[in-house]
Protein backbone atom coordinates (compact mmCIF):
# COMPACT_ATOMS: atom_id res chain seq x y z
CA UNK A 1 0.00 0.00 0.00
CA UNK A 2 1.29 3.54 -0.47
CA UNK A 3 3.29 4.69 2.01
CA UNK A 4 1.42 8.46 2.12
CA UNK A 5 -2.22 6.64 2.77
CA UNK A 6 -2.83 8.61 6.10
CA UNK A 7 -0.84 11.57 5.25
CA UNK A 8 -1.96 14.92 6.61
CA UNK A 9 -4.21 17.02 4.09
CA UNK A 10 -1.45 19.93 3.50
CA UNK A 11 1.08 16.85 2.80
CA UNK A 12 -1.45 14.76 0.90
CA UNK A 13 -1.34 17.98 -1.64
CA UNK A 14 1.86 18.51 -1.70
CA UNK A 15 2.50 14.94 -2.54
CA UNK A 16 -0.07 15.28 -5.27
CA UNK A 17 2.09 18.29 -6.70
CA UNK A 18 5.15 16.09 -6.59
CA UNK A 19 3.41 13.62 -8.50
CA UNK A 20 2.45 15.71 -11.43
CA UNK A 21 5.95 17.05 -11.77
CA UNK A 22 6.71 13.28 -11.94
CA UNK A 23 4.26 12.12 -14.43
CA UNK A 24 5.95 15.89 -16.44
CA UNK A 25 9.58 14.13 -16.02
CA UNK A 26 8.17 10.97 -17.87
CA UNK A 27 6.23 12.93 -20.80
CA UNK A 28 10.08 14.69 -21.05
CA UNK A 29 11.63 10.97 -21.22
CA UNK A 30 8.84 9.48 -24.24
CA UNK A 31 9.22 12.75 -26.03
CA UNK A 32 13.07 12.63 -26.17
CA UNK A 33 12.98 8.80 -26.68
CA UNK A 34 10.70 9.66 -29.91
CA UNK A 35 13.49 12.53 -31.02
CA UNK A 36 15.94 9.78 -30.98
CA UNK A 37 13.74 7.45 -32.88
CA UNK A 38 12.09 9.83 -35.52
CA UNK A 39 14.98 12.04 -35.95
CA UNK A 40 17.91 12.14 -37.70
CA UNK A 41 19.64 12.77 -34.14
CA UNK A 42 19.12 9.02 -33.99
CA UNK A 43 21.91 8.19 -36.37
CA UNK A 44 24.31 9.51 -33.27
CA UNK A 45 23.63 6.19 -31.00
CA UNK A 46 23.93 3.55 -33.74
CA UNK A 47 22.05 1.90 -35.42
CA UNK A 48 18.91 0.70 -34.51
CA UNK A 49 18.32 -3.05 -34.29
CA UNK A 50 14.37 -3.45 -34.70
CA UNK A 51 13.24 -0.10 -36.36
CA UNK A 52 10.13 -0.85 -36.26
CA UNK A 53 9.36 -1.96 -32.43
CA UNK A 54 11.33 1.11 -31.46
CA UNK A 55 8.99 2.98 -33.34
CA UNK A 56 5.88 1.75 -31.51
CA UNK A 57 7.58 1.71 -28.63
CA UNK A 58 8.21 5.22 -28.37
CA UNK A 59 4.38 6.44 -29.97
CA UNK A 60 3.27 4.13 -27.30
CA UNK A 61 5.46 5.76 -24.57
CA UNK A 62 4.12 8.97 -25.52
CA UNK A 63 0.65 8.45 -25.72
CA UNK A 64 1.05 6.29 -22.08
CA UNK A 65 2.68 9.22 -20.56
CA UNK A 66 -0.16 11.76 -22.00
CA UNK A 67 -2.65 10.00 -20.38
CA UNK A 68 -0.67 9.91 -16.97
CA UNK A 69 0.12 13.32 -16.61
CA UNK A 70 -3.61 13.76 -17.20
CA UNK A 71 -4.17 11.28 -14.00
CA UNK A 72 -1.83 12.94 -12.56
CA UNK A 73 -3.41 16.87 -12.75
CA UNK A 74 -6.53 15.38 -12.20
CA UNK A 75 -5.37 14.16 -8.97
CA UNK A 76 -3.88 17.55 -7.58
CA UNK A 77 -6.88 19.53 -8.93
CA UNK A 78 -9.56 17.09 -6.93
CA UNK A 79 -7.40 17.51 -3.63
CA UNK A 80 -9.47 16.91 -0.80
CA UNK A 81 -12.39 15.62 -2.64
CA UNK A 82 -10.48 12.44 -3.91
CA UNK A 83 -8.83 10.11 -1.25
CA UNK A 84 -5.86 7.99 -2.31
CA UNK A 85 -5.07 7.52 -6.14
CA UNK A 86 -1.46 7.61 -5.85
CA UNK A 87 -0.56 3.70 -5.67
CA UNK A 88 -2.33 2.97 -8.74
CA UNK A 89 -0.73 5.68 -10.53
CA UNK A 90 2.85 5.55 -9.57
CA UNK A 91 2.54 1.41 -9.90
CA UNK A 92 0.68 1.84 -13.64
CA UNK A 93 3.55 4.09 -14.26
CA UNK A 94 6.40 2.29 -13.56
CA UNK A 95 4.92 -0.62 -14.90
CA UNK A 96 5.07 1.41 -18.09
CA UNK A 97 8.75 2.80 -17.51
CA UNK A 98 9.62 -1.01 -16.94
CA UNK A 99 8.65 -2.11 -20.26
CA UNK A 100 9.86 0.37 -22.12
CA UNK A 101 13.48 -0.36 -20.33
CA UNK A 102 13.27 -4.12 -21.48
CA UNK A 103 11.77 -3.08 -25.32
CA UNK A 104 13.57 0.01 -26.11
CA UNK A 105 16.60 -1.37 -24.87
CA UNK A 106 16.75 -4.36 -27.13
CA UNK A 107 15.23 -2.61 -30.18
CA UNK A 108 18.32 0.36 -29.70
CA UNK A 109 21.38 -1.28 -28.23
CA UNK A 110 23.48 1.30 -28.18
CA UNK A 111 20.87 3.63 -26.54
CA UNK A 112 20.36 0.65 -23.76
CA UNK A 113 22.83 1.82 -21.08
CA UNK A 114 20.92 5.60 -21.54
CA UNK A 115 17.86 4.14 -20.99
CA UNK A 116 18.71 1.61 -18.14
CA UNK A 117 20.22 4.64 -16.55
CA UNK A 118 17.00 6.68 -17.00
CA UNK A 119 15.14 4.23 -15.32
CA UNK A 120 17.19 5.24 -11.86
CA UNK A 121 15.72 8.06 -11.38
CA UNK A 122 11.83 6.86 -12.53
CA UNK A 123 12.72 4.07 -9.52
CA UNK A 124 13.78 6.65 -7.34
CA UNK A 125 10.48 8.99 -7.73
CA UNK A 126 8.59 5.84 -7.44
CA UNK A 127 9.77 4.35 -4.22
CA UNK A 128 9.06 8.24 -2.72
CA UNK A 129 5.02 6.79 -2.80
CA UNK A 130 5.42 3.09 -2.47
CA UNK A 131 6.30 1.40 0.79
CA UNK A 132 9.34 -0.83 1.00
CA UNK A 133 8.09 -4.18 -0.24
CA UNK A 134 7.14 -2.20 -3.19
CA UNK A 135 9.76 -0.61 -3.85
CA UNK A 136 12.50 -3.75 -4.20
CA UNK A 137 9.48 -5.38 -5.74
CA UNK A 138 9.91 -2.57 -8.72
CA UNK A 139 14.25 -3.24 -8.46
CA UNK A 140 13.89 -6.38 -9.07
CA UNK A 141 11.45 -6.29 -11.83
CA UNK A 142 13.90 -3.64 -13.32
CA UNK A 143 16.71 -5.89 -12.37
CA UNK A 144 15.16 -9.52 -14.31
CA UNK A 145 14.26 -6.81 -17.42
CA UNK A 146 18.18 -5.88 -17.76
CA UNK A 147 18.97 -9.42 -17.10
CA UNK A 148 16.30 -11.24 -19.59
CA UNK A 149 17.44 -8.43 -22.56
CA UNK A 150 20.36 -8.95 -21.59
CA UNK A 151 20.24 -12.95 -22.43
CA UNK A 152 17.86 -12.17 -25.88
CA UNK A 153 20.65 -9.84 -27.31
CA UNK A 154 23.34 -13.30 -26.91
CA UNK A 155 20.40 -15.49 -27.94
CA UNK A 156 19.72 -13.19 -31.51
CA UNK A 157 23.89 -12.63 -31.82
CA UNK A 158 24.07 -9.07 -31.13
CA UNK A 159 27.22 -7.18 -29.61
CA UNK A 160 27.44 -8.51 -26.31
CA UNK A 161 27.61 -5.88 -23.54
CA UNK A 162 29.89 -6.63 -20.24
CA UNK A 163 28.11 -8.78 -17.36
CA UNK A 164 29.49 -6.35 -14.81
CA UNK A 165 27.38 -3.54 -16.30
CA UNK A 166 24.28 -5.34 -15.99
CA UNK A 167 25.05 -6.64 -12.32
CA UNK A 168 25.87 -2.78 -11.73
CA UNK A 169 22.64 -1.53 -12.82
CA UNK A 170 20.82 -4.49 -10.71
CA UNK A 171 22.61 -3.43 -7.29
CA UNK A 172 21.90 0.66 -8.26
CA UNK A 173 18.37 -0.53 -8.60
CA UNK A 174 18.09 -2.16 -5.41
CA UNK A 175 20.53 0.45 -3.99
CA UNK A 176 18.48 3.53 -5.28
CA UNK A 177 15.10 2.09 -4.08
CA UNK A 178 15.76 1.24 -0.71
CA UNK A 179 17.32 4.61 -0.05
CA UNK A 180 14.47 6.44 -1.58
CA UNK A 181 12.05 4.79 0.56
CA UNK A 182 14.06 5.28 3.73
CA UNK A 183 14.47 9.28 2.56
CA UNK A 184 11.06 9.63 1.70
CA UNK A 185 9.95 8.34 4.81
CA UNK A 186 12.09 10.72 6.65
CA UNK A 187 10.82 13.39 4.88
CA UNK A 188 7.30 12.66 5.35
CA UNK A 189 8.30 12.18 8.87
CA UNK A 190 9.48 15.36 9.13
CA UNK A 191 6.98 17.13 7.32
CA UNK A 192 3.78 15.74 9.81
CA UNK A 193 6.74 17.15 12.28
CA UNK A 194 6.77 20.56 10.97
CA UNK A 195 2.91 20.79 10.46
CA UNK A 196 2.33 19.18 14.39
CA UNK A 197 4.34 22.39 15.41
CA UNK A 198 3.08 24.53 12.92
CA UNK A 199 -0.57 23.87 14.18
CA UNK A 200 0.60 24.08 17.72
CA UNK A 201 2.87 27.18 17.60
CA UNK A 202 -0.80 28.55 15.80
CA UNK A 203 -2.54 27.77 18.78
CA UNK A 204 -0.40 28.92 21.14
CA UNK A 205 -0.39 32.02 19.15
CA UNK A 206 -4.25 32.54 18.91
CA UNK A 207 -3.92 31.69 22.87
CA UNK A 208 -1.47 34.43 23.25
CA UNK A 209 -3.75 36.51 21.51
CA UNK A 210 -6.31 36.01 23.64
CA UNK A 211 -4.24 36.77 26.74
CA UNK A 212 -2.87 39.76 25.63
CA UNK A 213 -6.07 40.88 23.93
CA UNK A 214 -8.20 40.10 27.55
CA UNK A 215 -5.51 41.57 29.80
CA UNK A 216 -6.67 43.90 32.11
CA UNK A 217 -3.11 45.62 31.71
CA UNK A 218 -3.20 48.01 28.52
CA UNK A 219 -0.01 46.62 26.24
CA UNK A 220 0.76 48.70 23.02
CA UNK A 221 2.96 47.54 20.32
CA UNK A 222 4.73 50.94 18.94
CA UNK A 223 6.86 51.09 15.68
CA UNK A 224 9.89 53.14 15.25
CA UNK A 225 7.95 55.47 13.02
CA UNK A 226 5.59 56.27 16.62
CA UNK A 227 2.60 54.68 15.13
CA UNK A 228 0.42 52.08 16.88
CA UNK A 229 0.68 48.49 15.95
CA UNK A 230 -1.36 46.84 18.33
CA UNK A 231 -3.36 47.43 21.29
CA UNK A 232 -5.21 45.44 23.60
CA UNK A 233 -8.70 45.65 24.76
CA UNK A 234 -7.69 47.67 28.04
CA UNK A 235 -5.23 49.81 25.95
CA UNK A 236 -7.96 51.00 23.48
CA UNK A 237 -10.07 51.68 26.50
CA UNK A 238 -7.53 54.17 28.19
CA UNK A 239 -6.35 55.76 25.48
CA UNK A 240 -9.41 55.94 23.19
CA UNK A 241 -10.81 59.03 22.85
CA UNK A 242 -14.99 60.30 22.63
CA UNK A 243 -14.89 60.36 18.77
CA UNK A 244 -12.95 56.54 18.00
CA UNK A 245 -15.37 54.25 18.71
CA UNK A 246 -16.19 52.92 16.01
CA UNK A 247 -12.47 53.23 14.20
CA UNK A 248 -9.49 51.26 15.47
CA UNK A 249 -6.52 52.26 16.82
CA UNK A 250 -3.69 50.52 14.34
CA UNK A 251 -2.03 52.89 12.32
CA UNK A 252 -2.43 56.30 14.11
CA UNK A 253 0.31 57.57 16.03
CA UNK A 254 0.81 57.61 19.37
CA UNK A 255 1.40 61.45 19.61
CA UNK A 256 -2.24 61.49 18.46
CA UNK A 257 -3.25 59.22 20.54
CA UNK A 258 -1.74 60.64 24.07
CA UNK A 259 0.58 63.28 23.53
CA UNK A 260 1.90 62.28 27.56
CA UNK A 261 2.80 59.25 26.62
CA UNK A 262 4.73 59.88 23.42
CA UNK A 263 6.40 62.51 24.89
CA UNK A 264 7.39 59.94 27.73
CA UNK A 265 8.79 57.09 25.18
CA UNK A 266 10.74 59.70 23.59
CA UNK A 267 12.41 60.47 26.60
CA UNK A 268 12.49 56.68 27.38
CA UNK A 269 14.29 56.16 23.99
CA UNK A 270 16.64 58.98 24.79
CA UNK A 271 18.38 58.19 28.12
CA UNK A 272 16.27 54.24 28.94
CA UNK A 273 14.63 56.14 32.40
CA UNK A 274 11.16 54.90 33.35
CA UNK A 275 8.99 58.25 34.98
CA UNK A 276 7.33 56.73 37.99
CA UNK A 277 4.74 59.45 38.01
CA UNK A 278 1.08 58.30 36.63
CA UNK A 279 0.09 60.48 33.94
CA UNK A 280 -4.03 61.33 32.70
CA UNK A 281 -5.14 59.47 29.64
CA UNK A 282 -8.74 59.43 27.82
CA UNK A 283 -11.93 60.96 28.38
CA UNK A 284 -12.31 60.07 31.71
CA UNK A 285 -9.12 60.96 32.85
CA UNK A 286 -7.86 57.61 34.38
CA UNK A 287 -4.43 57.27 36.01
CA UNK A 288 -2.08 55.47 33.95
CA UNK A 289 1.80 54.28 34.97
CA UNK A 290 3.45 53.43 31.81
CA UNK A 291 6.36 51.20 31.34
CA UNK A 292 8.47 50.44 28.45
CA UNK A 293 10.35 47.49 26.89
CA UNK A 294 12.04 46.81 23.32
CA UNK A 295 10.11 43.84 21.79
CA UNK A 296 13.67 42.79 20.58
CA UNK A 297 17.24 43.71 20.73
CA UNK A 298 17.66 44.42 17.41
CA UNK A 299 14.35 46.26 16.66
CA UNK A 300 13.45 49.52 16.90
CA UNK A 301 9.89 48.21 18.08
CA UNK A 302 8.93 49.36 21.62
CA UNK A 303 6.05 47.53 23.84
CA UNK A 304 4.49 49.51 25.87
CA UNK A 305 2.57 48.46 29.36
CA UNK A 306 -0.17 50.76 30.66
CA UNK A 307 -1.07 50.12 34.54
CA UNK A 308 -4.14 51.30 35.42
CA UNK A 309 -3.36 52.87 39.16
CA UNK A 310 -7.02 53.23 39.62
CA UNK A 311 -7.70 49.78 39.87
CA UNK A 312 -4.18 49.00 41.36
CA UNK A 313 -5.36 51.62 44.76
CA UNK A 314 -9.12 50.14 44.88
CA UNK A 315 -7.42 46.70 45.36
CA UNK A 316 -4.75 48.17 48.25
CA UNK A 317 -8.25 49.98 49.24
CA UNK A 318 -10.00 46.71 49.52
CA UNK A 319 -7.55 45.09 51.34
CA UNK A 320 -7.40 47.84 53.67
CA UNK A 321 -11.08 47.87 54.60
CA UNK A 322 -10.95 44.82 55.05
CA UNK A 323 -7.95 44.78 57.73
CA UNK A 324 -9.26 48.22 59.15
CA UNK A 325 -12.78 46.36 59.73
CA UNK A 326 -10.99 43.77 61.12
CA UNK A 327 -9.04 46.29 63.60
CA UNK A 328 -12.40 47.98 64.05
CA UNK A 329 -14.47 45.68 65.48
CA UNK A 330 -11.47 44.73 67.70
CA UNK A 331 -11.07 48.12 68.66
CA UNK A 332 -14.83 48.36 69.56
CA UNK A 333 -14.79 45.38 71.25
CA UNK A 334 -11.74 46.36 73.19
CA UNK A 335 -14.06 49.93 74.48
CA UNK A 336 -16.95 48.49 75.19
CA UNK A 337 -15.28 47.00 78.60
CA UNK A 338 -14.34 50.78 79.97
CA UNK A 339 -17.14 52.30 78.66
CA UNK A 340 -19.59 49.88 80.35
CA UNK A 341 -17.37 50.57 83.36
CA UNK A 342 -18.11 54.21 82.97
CA UNK A 343 -22.01 53.75 82.48
CA UNK A 344 -21.99 51.51 85.71
CA UNK A 345 -20.14 53.67 87.52
CA UNK A 346 -22.15 56.82 86.31
CA UNK A 347 -25.77 54.93 87.78
CA UNK A 348 -24.07 54.42 91.08
CA UNK A 349 -23.33 58.11 91.71
CA UNK A 350 -26.76 58.77 90.64
CA UNK A 351 -27.80 56.94 93.41
CA UNK A 352 -25.94 58.98 96.07
CA UNK A 353 -27.73 61.72 98.48
CA UNK A 354 -24.79 64.25 98.11
CA UNK A 355 -25.08 65.30 94.69
CA UNK A 356 -26.52 68.33 94.21
CA UNK A 357 -28.45 69.18 91.41
CA UNK A 358 -25.79 70.90 89.02
CA UNK A 359 -23.89 67.47 89.88
CA UNK A 360 -26.57 65.28 88.84
CA UNK A 361 -27.02 66.87 85.48
CA UNK A 362 -23.14 66.22 84.43
CA UNK A 363 -23.58 62.81 85.40
CA UNK A 364 -26.70 62.36 83.04
CA UNK A 365 -25.02 63.85 80.47
CA UNK A 366 -22.05 61.34 81.09
CA UNK A 367 -24.66 58.59 81.11
CA UNK A 368 -25.97 59.73 77.94
CA UNK A 369 -23.09 60.28 75.85
CA UNK A 370 -21.95 56.72 77.18
CA UNK A 371 -25.17 55.29 75.90
CA UNK A 372 -24.42 56.88 72.47
CA UNK A 373 -21.07 56.07 72.12
CA UNK A 374 -22.20 52.83 72.87
CA UNK A 375 -24.41 52.96 70.07
CA UNK A 376 -21.61 53.93 68.17
CA UNK A 377 -19.23 51.23 68.63
CA UNK A 378 -22.81 48.80 68.22
CA UNK A 379 -22.84 50.44 64.30
CA UNK A 380 -19.02 50.13 63.87
CA UNK A 381 -19.37 46.11 64.78
CA UNK A 382 -21.88 45.99 62.14
CA UNK A 383 -20.16 47.84 59.85
CA UNK A 384 -17.51 45.65 59.92
CA UNK A 385 -19.88 42.52 60.44
CA UNK A 386 -21.72 43.88 57.11
CA UNK A 387 -25.27 43.64 59.32
CA UNK A 388 -28.18 44.45 58.11
CA UNK A 389 -29.90 47.47 59.47
CA UNK A 390 -32.76 47.59 61.40
CA UNK A 391 -35.59 50.68 60.49
CA UNK A 392 -37.89 51.57 63.07
CA UNK A 393 -40.60 53.99 62.43
CA UNK A 394 -39.04 58.06 62.99
CA UNK A 395 -40.49 60.68 62.86
CA UNK A 396 -37.65 63.21 61.54
CA UNK A 397 -38.95 66.39 62.91
CA UNK A 398 -39.14 64.94 65.98
CA UNK A 399 -35.29 63.35 65.74
CA UNK A 400 -33.98 66.66 64.79
CA UNK A 401 -35.47 68.24 67.72
CA UNK A 402 -33.99 66.36 70.44
CA UNK A 403 -30.46 66.16 68.39
CA UNK A 404 -30.38 69.57 68.58
CA UNK A 405 -31.21 69.21 72.24
CA UNK A 406 -28.74 66.73 73.14
CA UNK A 407 -26.38 68.13 71.15
CA UNK A 408 -26.58 71.56 72.86
CA UNK A 409 -25.98 69.67 76.30
CA UNK A 410 -22.05 69.03 74.87
CA UNK A 411 -21.08 71.94 72.23
CA UNK A 412 -22.60 75.52 73.73
CA UNK A 413 -24.19 78.67 71.97
CA UNK A 414 -21.05 80.23 71.74
CA UNK A 415 -19.00 77.42 70.43
CA UNK A 416 -21.91 76.26 67.48
CA UNK A 417 -25.02 77.80 66.44
CA UNK A 418 -27.42 74.68 65.29
CA UNK A 419 -30.91 75.01 64.42
CA UNK A 420 -33.68 73.29 62.69
CA UNK A 421 -35.43 74.85 59.35
CA UNK A 422 -38.06 73.58 56.95
CA UNK A 423 -42.11 73.85 56.85
CA UNK A 424 -42.42 69.77 57.69
CA UNK A 425 -44.75 69.59 60.67
CA UNK A 426 -44.13 65.91 61.13
CA UNK A 427 -42.24 63.36 58.65
CA UNK A 428 -42.42 60.15 59.31
CA UNK A 429 -39.38 57.34 57.44
CA UNK A 430 -38.49 54.02 58.28
CA UNK A 431 -34.18 54.01 59.48
CA UNK A 432 -32.10 52.65 61.90
CA UNK A 433 -32.30 55.26 64.73
CA UNK A 434 -28.79 54.28 66.13
CA UNK A 435 -27.80 54.82 61.88
CA UNK A 436 -29.22 57.99 61.93
CA UNK A 437 -27.99 58.78 64.98
CA UNK A 438 -24.35 58.29 63.93
CA UNK A 439 -24.68 59.83 60.07
CA UNK A 440 -26.02 62.95 61.26
CA UNK A 441 -23.60 63.10 64.58
CA UNK A 442 -20.48 62.89 61.80
CA UNK A 443 -22.33 65.71 59.50
CA UNK A 444 -23.23 67.81 62.04
CA UNK A 445 -19.25 67.66 63.73
CA UNK A 446 -17.40 67.89 60.18
CA UNK A 447 -19.58 71.12 59.79
CA UNK A 448 -18.69 72.38 63.17
CA UNK A 449 -14.56 71.59 62.75
CA UNK A 450 -14.86 72.82 58.79
CA UNK A 451 -18.07 74.93 57.96
CA UNK A 452 -17.14 78.16 59.44
CA UNK A 453 -14.46 81.27 57.92
CA UNK A 454 -12.03 81.84 60.15
CA UNK A 455 -12.62 84.59 63.52
CA UNK A 456 -16.76 83.31 63.25
CA UNK A 457 -18.75 80.76 65.02
CA UNK A 458 -20.38 77.50 62.94
CA UNK A 459 -23.66 78.18 62.32
CA UNK A 460 -25.22 74.62 61.11
CA UNK A 461 -28.84 74.03 59.97
CA UNK A 462 -30.74 70.54 59.85
CA UNK A 463 -32.97 71.32 56.94
CA UNK A 464 -35.69 69.27 56.49
CA UNK A 465 -37.89 68.97 52.93
CA UNK A 466 -40.15 66.10 51.41
CA UNK A 467 -40.44 66.09 47.53
CA UNK A 468 -42.65 63.78 45.73
CA UNK A 469 -43.16 62.12 49.39
CA UNK A 470 -39.16 61.10 49.17
CA UNK A 471 -38.43 62.62 52.89
CA UNK A 472 -34.61 64.57 52.90
CA UNK A 473 -32.31 65.91 55.81
CA UNK A 474 -29.58 68.50 54.63
CA UNK A 475 -27.04 69.60 57.44
CA UNK A 476 -25.96 73.42 55.98
CA UNK A 477 -23.10 75.32 57.10
CA UNK A 478 -22.07 79.24 56.13
CA UNK A 479 -18.21 77.57 55.89
CA UNK A 480 -16.15 78.45 52.57
CA UNK A 481 -17.10 75.08 50.94
CA UNK A 482 -15.86 72.46 49.22
CA UNK A 483 -13.19 72.60 46.60
CA UNK A 484 -14.66 70.73 43.65
CA UNK A 485 -11.08 68.57 43.53
CA UNK A 486 -11.83 67.69 46.71
CA UNK A 487 -16.04 66.92 46.31
CA UNK A 488 -15.24 63.89 44.23
CA UNK A 489 -13.20 61.90 46.92
CA UNK A 490 -15.21 63.08 50.06
CA UNK A 491 -16.47 59.49 50.76
CA UNK A 492 -13.45 57.32 50.03
CA UNK A 493 -12.60 55.74 53.03
CA UNK A 494 -9.39 57.32 54.67
CA UNK A 495 -9.65 60.65 52.59
CA UNK A 496 -9.25 63.45 54.93
CA UNK A 497 -7.65 67.08 54.29
CA UNK A 498 -7.05 67.35 58.02
CA UNK A 499 -3.83 66.21 59.65
CA UNK A 500 -5.62 65.19 63.10
CA UNK A 501 -8.58 63.52 60.46
CA UNK A 502 -8.62 59.37 60.04
CA UNK A 503 -10.88 59.43 57.05
CA UNK A 504 -13.68 57.46 57.92
CA UNK A 505 -15.83 59.90 59.34
CA UNK A 506 -17.94 59.99 55.89
CA UNK A 507 -17.17 56.81 54.63
CA UNK A 508 -19.16 55.18 57.55
CA UNK A 509 -22.16 57.46 57.01
CA UNK A 510 -22.17 57.02 53.36
CA UNK A 511 -22.06 53.24 53.97
CA UNK A 512 -24.91 53.33 56.95
CA UNK A 513 -26.89 55.46 54.65
CA UNK A 514 -26.47 52.71 52.00
CA UNK A 515 -27.34 49.85 54.44
CA UNK A 516 -30.66 51.37 55.08
CA UNK A 517 -30.86 52.02 51.10
CA UNK A 518 -30.91 55.94 51.51
CA UNK A 519 -28.69 58.11 49.53
CA UNK A 520 -26.31 60.62 50.86
CA UNK A 521 -24.61 63.22 48.46
CA UNK A 522 -22.69 66.64 48.91
CA UNK A 523 -24.60 69.04 46.79
CA UNK A 524 -22.78 72.70 46.30
CA UNK A 525 -24.77 75.83 47.60
CA UNK A 526 -24.64 78.71 45.45
CA UNK A 527 -23.66 81.08 47.68
CA UNK A 528 -21.19 79.69 49.59
CA UNK A 529 -20.97 77.27 52.17
CA UNK A 530 -21.81 73.67 51.75
CA UNK A 531 -24.50 70.77 52.08
CA UNK A 532 -24.65 67.57 52.71
CA UNK A 533 -28.25 65.89 51.78
CA UNK A 534 -29.06 62.33 52.93
CA UNK A 535 -32.45 61.45 50.88
CA UNK A 536 -34.06 58.42 52.71
CA UNK A 537 -36.10 55.73 50.88
CA UNK A 538 -39.66 57.48 49.64
CA UNK A 539 -42.29 57.49 52.48
CA UNK A 540 -45.07 54.49 52.72
CA UNK A 541 -48.35 54.84 52.48
CA UNK A 542 -49.15 53.15 55.59
CA UNK A 543 -46.63 55.93 57.03
CA UNK A 544 -48.27 58.35 55.97
CA UNK A 545 -51.59 56.95 57.29
Not at 110 to 129: D, E, H, K, T
Amino acid sequence: MAASAAAHPDQTQALRRELYLFALYRLLESALLALIVFSPAGALIGEMHLPQLAQTVSTTFVVLSLVLVAHARHLMQAGGRLRGGFFPHVVVGLGVDLAVVFLATHAMPGAGPGIALMFVFNLAAGSLFLSLPWSLAFAGGATAAIVAEHLWDRMEGLAERPLAEVLMFAVAYFAVAALMHHLGRQMRAAQRLADQRGAEAANLAEINELVIRRMRTGVVLVDGGGRIRMANEAAQLLLRDDDEHDHGMHGRPVAQAAPELAMRLAQWLQDGQQVDTPMACGPDGAEVLPRFARLLATSDATLVFLDDTSMLSRRAESLTLAAMGRFSASLAHEIRNPLAAISYATQLLEESHDLNTSDRRLLQIIHQQCLRTNGIVESVLGLARRERAKPERIDLVTFARHFIEDYRLIVPEDNAQLRQTGECVQLPVMFDPRHLQQIVTALVNNAVRYGHLPGETPRISLHLEEEDRVPRISVLDRGPGIPDAVAAQLFRPFFTTSEHGTGLGLYIAHELARANEADLEYVAVPGGGACFRLTLPPQHALLQR
